[in-house]
């Protein structure tokens, strides 16, 4: 028996890894969901902007005698036919300004600000447990999405849910910062940081197949309610299956060679810090205009055209190479991957 139990210990820290990034997915991935679902979560509750859009999909956009995208009035978008039969309606198409301050600013403000306070306490508690309720609260709100009746309670929710999810990478990365040795860590990291573009590239073939399967006569609701009942299951598993590590010593030293201690502030105003900050600003921008509006671009200009997966084979392209850059043998295929990501 001890051997079998040395041998299933052996695979901890692989399982470990594998239960931080799968909650980091379900994380990300109802961050995401937004930018698919938008258009049927307008039509139920009411928000954004109504514009003339395509509703029959026995015609391709190339047999329109007119783009419906390209008309601006009510009355002319319902008068369009084709054989004598409507193609156009005019009703929400998930976008506007409220969908806007949906998907990004509400969010990100409570994620980027909680997030430094949960890095505080990261340094300072047991992370295996605050991450179970961070984990649970994330989980919890995504459920909680699928059942609401009105804009603001979305609103409220995915804030609540910026809150659980501003501690997962601070308190796993801490975790496995402490229990894989330092040549492998900048490979755990790239698998980690999957959960990213795992969780926004699996929102495109949930929320879109998900939703036109219409389980349970929910709709668009079905992903996320499926999305929160897993993360309940991985919170469940991160609080009774895994152990807070000892916590190492990492990296540069934190003191001078004096031997006085280097303060926040100090670090913050490093030239370096400060390019990593804006770099990373920039790429974030970037990359999550292109993760909130997507979806709902070709939806509403290529209405016949169905890349849900096809996006998700592009984030996982993408994932490869982050993957493979700590491991790739010359600097410069590095270098390149820096530029083109």
């Not at 096809?310 to 982050?322: A, F, K």
Request: glycine share 8%.
């Amino acid at each position: 028996m001890v051997p079998i139990i040395k041998k299933v210990s052996s695979y901890y820290n692989a399982y470990a890894l594998g239960v931080l990034t799968v909650g980091y997915i379900l994380g990300e991935l109802g961050h995401y969901l937004i930018g698919v679902t938008s258009k049927q979560t307008a039509i139920e509750l009411d928000y954004g902007d109504k514009a003339c859009q395509q509703n029959n999909t026995m015609f391709t956009r190339h047999e329109l005698p007119q783009q419906c995208s390209m008309v601006k009035e009510e009355d002319s978008c319902v008068a369009l036919t084709l054989n004598d039969t409507t193609y156009c309606e005019w009703n929400y198409n998930g976008l506007g300004i409220d969908y806007q301050i949906l998907a990004g600013p509400t969010f990100i403000l409570v994620f980027t600000i909680a997030g430094v306070f949960m890095g505080f306490a990261a340094d300072k508690y047991n992370r295996v447990k605050m991450l179970t309720v961070c984990t649970l609260i994330f989980a919890v709100a995504i459920i909680l999405q699928g059942t609401v009746s009105a804009y603001w309670q979305l609103l409220l929710l995915r804030m609540v849910m910026a809150l659980g999810e501003s501690g997962c990478n601070p308190l796993a990365t801490g975790i496995m910062s402490d229990i894989f040795p330092e040549n492998k860590r900048a490979l755990v990291m790239a698998i980690f940081n999957w959960g990213i573009y795992g969780g926004y590239g699996i929102a495109f073939p949930v929320g879109r197949y998900i939703t036109k399967s219409n389980f349970f006569n929910l709709g668009w609701r079905m992903c996320y309610l499926g999305t929160g009942v897993l993360a309940i299951l991985v919170a469940a598993l991160t609080g009774t299956t895994l152990k807070e590590p000892e916590r190492k010593a990492i990296g540069e030293a934190d003191r001078t060679k004096d031997g006085k201690k280097i303060g926040l502030w100090k670090v913050l105003v490093n030239p370096a810090m400060i390019m990593l900050m804006i770099a990373a600003s920039i790429r974030h921008s970037g990359g999550m205009t292109f993760a909130y509006n997507a979806d709902l671009y070709y939806n509403t200009y290529f209405p016949d055209v169905d890349l849900g997966w096809w996006l998700l084979v592009l984030v996982v392209w993408v994932w490869l190479l982050v993957v493979l850059s700590p491991i790739k043998l010359s600097p410069k295929w590095v270098y390149v991957h820096v530029l083109w990501y």
